[in-house]
């Protein structure tokens, strides 16, 4: 069964709106997490490290305050679209590191549309 | 900075073998991983190689040579079931145990009848 979920699979919201996707590990502490974007047909691009009881690290180009990560506890961080816009639209998976090197369990994604 | 690059598409029959190949740069290196990703899902872990070799997990092998900063993953007996996106990957030096991973560009693999 899947180790992590992520909630909702699918929204869709209005221009200027915010957004806020959930990402819990199941039947394990996950003091990081990883929130990457995927656009159609492309690969995957990590977006910030969520660490618990700190704050996100970001990757060069993405904005810190348009989005926002939470990881207030080891089973919890949520990531928050603010002010979202059409170009915002993606697919927006988090993950966990697994037991071994290399190894991540990933959500089930979320994609979001934004009219 | 850290790049992977893979073939964009390759499509085969079933039953035959398939080979994605993967070819990387990377500022230190802790080693290769592929993932699987079926349209609309999300990925899934299939293989990891840390030294030079084949590693066989039932129809799937992935092979690494760091000196050629090259790998591939194998597939055999191919299934209509194996149509997807199939990525490799590379984990970030520095990070401890978190595997903040860098993802290549990706190979739609197409198995046709």
């Known amino acids: 069964g899947a180790v992590v979920s992520q909630h909702p699979s699918w929204v869709i919201c209005k221009s200027g709106t915010s957004v806020k996707i959930e990402c819990r590990s199941l039947?394990?502490?996950?003091?990081?997490m990883f929130w990457y974007r995927q656009f159609p047909k492309q690969s995957l691009m990590l977006m910030a490290t969520?660490?618990?009881?700190?704050?996100?690290?970001?990757e060069q180009g993405v904005e810190k305050d348009k989005f926002l990560i939470n990881h207030a506890s080891l089973t919890l961080s949520t990531l928050t679209v603010t002010s979202a816009h059409p170009e915002d639209s993606s697919f927006y998976i988090c993950?966990?590191?697994?037991?071994?090197?290399?190894?991540?369990?990933f959500g089930e994604g979320s994609r979001l549309t934004v009219l | 900075g850290q790049s992977l690059e893979q073939p964009s598409e390759v499509t085969a029959v079933e039953g035959a073998i398939v080979q994605i190949n993967c070819t990387y740069q990377?500022?230190?290196?802790?080693?290769l991983s592929w993932y699987q990703q079926h349209d609309g899902g999300a990925p899934t872990f299939l293989s990891y190689?840390?030294?030079?070799g084949l590693e066989e997990t039932g129809r799937f092998s992935s092979f690494l040579s760091r000196s050629d900063s090259y790998g591939y993953l194998l597939l055999q007996e191919l299934q209509m079931k194996d149509s997807a996106s199939y990525f490799c990957?590379?984990?970030?030096?520095?990070?401890?145990?978190?595997?903040?991973?860098?993802f290549g560009t990706g190979t739609r693999l197409q198995v046709t009848l």
């Open positions: 990377t500022s230190g290196f802790y080693g």
């Open positions: 039947d394990f502490q996950a003091t990081t």
């Open positions: 993950s966990a590191s697994g037991r071994a090197f290399g190894e991540l369990f």
């Open positions: 190689n840390a030294l030079d």
């Open positions: 990957a590379v984990r970030d030096p520095g990070r401890g145990t978190a595997s903040k991973l860098t």
């Open positions: 969520s660490n618990e009881g700190s704050k996100a690290t970001y």
